[in-house]
């Protein structure tokens, strides 16, 4: 799992939850393990990024899966192509193991239920900062066998861009749309879908929305293939 270092100085935090009461639970639970800790809060997938680009040594993020801006696991999937280098831990309710395996798969350095207890949070905490992996105990997080194991490859072949696209994709809106929220041009979004396609494996713009939304059901093989 990593051994635990110690920091140049107090972990800066960015805790990233929708619900105001759970994250100040968790903000308190994090100002007590971490004394000192400078601590940013986020209610939307946006307001992540804006935290991110406006401090550049944000230590860890502590994220809920299920937030505005972000449908089943694409919002972890943007944070791991856009930012890369910063640690991630998801902080969700559901706790079931594919939910699991499927975070870790995307890249999450970590898996804590909102159910854990204080120690198990600050045992988490520690052990990504130290660059180590923590899941709950007896979570198997083999892929072997697992059909899922290949679409994350190719979720995880897709550009920061392209993920933005295709989680604008299943919220219906055009390519005209789009562009315009991107500010990019038309002909720009049409190229981001094709290289989607392509890379997804899927032969129209449906089916890669319907596997981005039935990743969080594990039936994207089905998806794919249907």
Not at 115 to 131: F, K, P
Request: charged share 20%.
């Amino acid at each position: 799992m990593g051994e635990v270092v110690t920091l140049d100085g107090p972990p800066t935090f960015i805790v990233a939850d929708d619900h105001p009461l759970f994250r100040d639970a968790l903000r308190q639970t994090v100002e007590s393990a971490f004394p000192g800790a400078r601590i940013l809060e986020a209610g939307t997938l946006e307001e992540v990024g804006s935290a991110i680009d406006q401090n550049d040594d944000i230590d860890i993020i502590l994220f809920d899966l299920n937030m505005p801006g972000t449908r089943a696991f694409s919002g972890l999937v943007y944070l791991r192509a856009q930012y890369p280098a910063t640690p991630v831990c998801v902080v969700s309710a559901s706790e079931d193991a594919a939910t699991i395996r499927n975070a870790v798969a995307i890249g999450a350095s970590g898996f804590v239920p909102k159910s854990a207890s204080t120690d198990d949070i600050r045992t988490a905490i520690e052990t990504i900062l130290a660059g180590g992996q923590w899941v709950p105990r007896d979570i198997d997080l083999s892929l072997e066998n697992d059909p899922n194991a290949d679409l994350i490859s190719r979720l995880r072949s897709l550009t920061p861009q392209q993920v933005r696209v295709l989680m604008m994709l299943s919220e219906g809106l055009l390519n005209k749309q789009i562009a315009y929220e991107l500010g990019v041009s038309e002909a720009t979004i049409k190229a981001h879908v094709s290289a989607i396609l392509q890379k997804l494996q899927v032969e129209n713009r449906t089916k890669a929305v319907l596997a981005a939304g039935r990743i969080e059901t594990g039936q994207w093989q089905s998806a794919v293939t249907n």
